[in-house]
């Protein structure tokens, strides 16, 4: 699985949802390999939650972040405009989800998740945050971050997303 885009859409016809998914194997067999961290460098805030479990060989790294100006955020991610093209969550704003994982024997899988405004996430599941955001959409990053990285060693590369959930506005 190396570039899949996943595009959802709800009637009539705007994308709620998008999910990119990379994911790299390299390495030589009975070696380890160590990917650099992207929580490196990153800073929680108010609109911006980390998590970083990462460790001197593995990358765990969530990233969620609540983003009011679609156009200038994706200005700053060239790429991630270019994958986007026509596709971006329509709205005022969305949520900005990241999650990388690698395993040491070469394996990496980077994830971007753009979410429209009216997605409603996970409910029930207890998360503890210090953001202004819903904690139920920082429950949904962290079930989606748990169930795509046993993706980076699986054969079919495939995982299951936790549900799309929006208020219906």
């Known amino acids: 699985m190396d570039g899949k885009r996943l595009v959802f859409t709800a009637t009539p016809g705007g994308t709620r949802a998008v999910i990119l998914a990379r994911v790299t194997k390299a390495g030589i067999a009975g070696t380890s390999m160590s990917w650099g961290n992207d929580c490196n460098g990153v800073t929680a805030g108010p609109y911006l939650y980390k998590r970083d479990r990462s460790t001197t060989i593995d990358v765990d790294c969530l990233i969620v972040l609540a983003v ?19 596709v971006v969550p329509q709205g005022p704003g969305f949520y900005y989800i990241e999650y990388s994982s690698s395993i040491g024997s070469g394996g990496y899988l980077f994830t971007q998740v753009l979410l429209s405004p009216d997605f409603t996430g996970l409910e029930g599941v207890p998360v503890e945050h210090q953001t202004r955001m819903p904690a139920s959409v920082i429950a949904w990053a962290g079930e989606f971050a748990k169930n795509s990285r046993p993706a980076i060693s699986s054969l079919s590369g495939s995982w299951t997303v936790p549900p799309l959930n929006f208020s219906r506005k």
């Open 68 to 86: 009011g100006l679609p156009g200038v955020f994706l200005d700053q991610v060239p790429t991630l405009k270019k994958d986007l093209e026509g």
